[in-house]
């Protein structure tokens, strides 16, 4: 692969469903009382949002979408980052925009000033920690292929797409528009599968997608086995290595395995006391891509990969309350 | 003092500045590069608001307002209480009201649907765990005597005041107009300083009310000395048992002194590491008032406001996380 600049101004660009969070903790009851599935994330209309939030108990608000995390965490880290997202002209778009350009995030769209207001999900922290996810998607939900910056997205080394926002046919267009443009530009695609209901839902438009454009694919086992329809780790290591450059895949508390042509890295999952797994998938990515902008081996973006997730485990929320760079900078990175 | 009713439907109902928090943690230089007043809450423009906001690292909302957080603690506890307070029919507004009303609080005032959006306070956390506000009042810049819900503060044992709010005169008039209506109905009064500033900001005025209409008085050591112009604890115990039925004396890590009559009682602050000392006071007074309306001693409302306090002590923001009522039965209360 080569590259048509020597020096592309980002190190990565992300794009997905701009939301801010509101998360609560609740008891497992919570769970079963309002039909929950527990540990996923469901797209939620404005009447199932209130009547959720009206039965939550008080809040709090960061902003959140999954590759606004990963990319808000790549900033973190020090490196040079970018979102393409759709918020609305309203308060909680104001609070996602400062949020990514306060970590020194570029965030250029214009917010909506037609249409929904701005994307939110509703998320309950059960007492094991897992999060479970109720998106109203708001403004995010009219993200099309006329809101890919092509000049962005050309002018950074990687293009990252979160599996959340490929649903509705525009976004799906959006995505095959954005990982054109990118190749064109001689640089790579990263996509994390989200969820497995989403895999789920377009299993066969997934599989396309990433044997066709993908050159980085984050996925969780339950994810990858779905994906490929496999009943062993192993099946869906080997059919995702055939498929892209660089397969990664999460395994909670037990790490996670990357995989680069013959070179194969298992990494354990750094140690927490785990409070919240909301965002931990996005701050794994966080690391890894960071790791992989700067030049690192592929045990050494694993580990980073880790390392970030670790500092969202530990807290309330998807993003971590401190800078990545000068957490891992002792630890010599 | 005689009861209108034998049994008012509210412990409490406060009255204060609707805000919704903004948090961040910023180094020390942040507090010195804008000018900031650090330990204080300062009232701000829209353009300072913007400025700051800007200058801000990413953040988190959570409601807030001094008045409203203690009111929302008391709930917590498992009291009866109600919220009087102003704000705007927009998506913080929303939030603000949610969040006291999953608590369990009355909040039944309707939100404005002109003038400007929702208040929020800025604050800033620095590594010493203490927090400077800088307040954007928004919609509760306009409160006044007509916000005064009648027929709440008639119903309600306690009528709880907030200082930050006792600035221009509407909210000036508003705040004897309901110190009255509470009098009238055999119901008590109970205000907090809040600040120094507000304190010197307005001394005369503030002397003139708790010497007239306040029963129950809670001040910082800063804020009690600055009250009376004295110069030692003492003495500014002995004035304010002169004024009120109950002086309640915060001394930060070093506890609080309680007075009614001729019963003082000393209260150790309960044990935790500090992290934000942000709503402290306020969460004191709601495990004060929580035990005064439960007709416990004096000592007993003390070690309540200790305890509160140290449960948003511990971490980042100014309610607590957990129910202040589960905390404190396996205490024995």
Chains 1, 2 share one sequence.
């Not at 580990?303 to 998807?318: D, E, F, K, P």
């Amino acid at each position: 692969m080569t590259s048509a600049w020597d020096h592309p101004t980002y190190d990565v660009v992300g794009i997905g469903n701009a939301l801010v969070d509101v998360l609560t903790h609740e008891s497992e009851d919570f769970i079963d009382r309002h039909g929950l599935v527990k540990g996923s994330m469901t797209l939620v209309d404005t009447e199932r949002a209130e009547e959720l939030y009206a039965a939550m108990g008080a809040g709090i608000e960061m902003s959140g979408g999954s590759a606004a995390n990963t990319i808000s965490g790549i900033a973190s880290f020090g490196g040079r980052a970018a979102y393409i997202g759709r918020v609305h002209d309203d308060q909680l778009g104001a609070v996602f925009a400062h949020d990514l350009r306060a970590t020194g995030v570029d965030f250029r769209a214009k917010p909506a000033t037609e249409g929904p207001p701005t994307g939110r999900c509703l998320i309950v922290v059960t007492p094991d920690a897992q999060r479970t996810m109720n998106t109203y998607l708001g403004s995010s939900e009219y993200f099309g292929p006329e809101h890919v910056d092509a000049d962005l997205i050309a002018d950074a080394q990687v293009t990252f797409l979160e599996g959340y926002l490929f649903d509705r046919p525009e976004a799906k267009e959006a995505y095959w528009k954005a990982s054109r443009v990118a190749h064109e530009a001689g640089r790579r695609v990263a996509l994390t599968l989200s969820d497995t209901f989403c895999v789920e839902r377009h299993r066969g438009e997934w599989r396309e997608l990433v044997r066709e454009q993908v050159d980085i694919l984050f996925a969780n086992e339950h994810e990858a086995l779905s994906l490929y329809e496999v009943d062993t780790f192993e099946e869906a290591l080997a059919a995702a290595r055939d498929d892209v450059e660089i397969a990664i895949i999460t395994r909670g508390p037990a790490g996670s395995v990357v995989a680069r042509g013959d070179e194969v890295a298992a990494i354990d999952a750094h140690p927490v006391e785990v409070v919240d797994t909301t965002g931990a998938g996005d701050l794994y990515a966080a690391g890894f891509l960071y790791g992989f902008t700067q030049g690192r081996s592929m045990a050494e973006c694993g580990q980073l990969g880790s390392i970030a997730a670790s500092a969202v485990l530990g807290h309330t929320g998807a993003r971590p309350g401190v800078s990545l760079g000068q957490l891992v900078r002792p630890m010599g990175y």
